[in-house]
């Protein structure tokens, strides 16, 4: 599903204009991404968090050039689902 799917589901089922629907959804998404960038993470409850993830310091390979990099330590954006949200979609969802 797309942001413009999400946009129109949400303004036919709300009859909410889609233009002020679409204002909305990327407002919250500025917001989460403004959020995690100070550090906070974002709680919504029966939803799930967007958390920031520390990842340690490792060795990789440069595989062009045969040699051995670091890779620094680094945070990441995550989203960690709510049980709620996972089990509706585990009892909902065919395994294929």
Request: glycine letters at 6%; zero cysteines.
């Given at each position: 599903?797309?942001?413009?799917?999400?946009?129109?589901?949400?303004?036919?089922k709300s009859?909410?204009?889609?233009?002020?629907?679409?204002?909305?959804?990327?407002?919250?998404m500025d917001?989460?991404?403004?959020?995690?960038?100070?550090?906070?993470?974002?709680?919504?409850?029966?939803?799930?968090?967007?958390?920031?993830?520390?990842?340690?310091?490792?060795?990789?390979?440069?595989?062009?050039?045969?040699?051995?990099?670091?890779?620094?330590?680094?945070?990441?954006?995550?989203?960690?689902?709510?049980?709620?949200?996972?089990?509706?979609?585990?009892?909902?969802?065919?395994?294929?």
């Amino acid at each position: 599903m797309t942001k413009a799917e999400i946009v129109s589901n949400i303004s036919d089922k709300s009859g909410i204009e889609k233009t002020d629907v679409l204002a909305t959804v990327e407002a919250f998404m500025d917001e989460v991404k403004t959020s995690l960038e100070k550090g906070d993470n974002v709680y919504l409850r029966g939803f799930g968090s967007f958390i920031i993830k520390t990842r340690a310091e490792k060795t990789g390979r440069n595989i062009s050039k045969n040699t051995t990099i670091k890779i620094p330590a680094h945070n990441i954006p995550a989203f960690k689902p709510a049980k709620v949200f996972v089990e509706g979609v585990k009892s909902k969802v065919k395994v294929n």
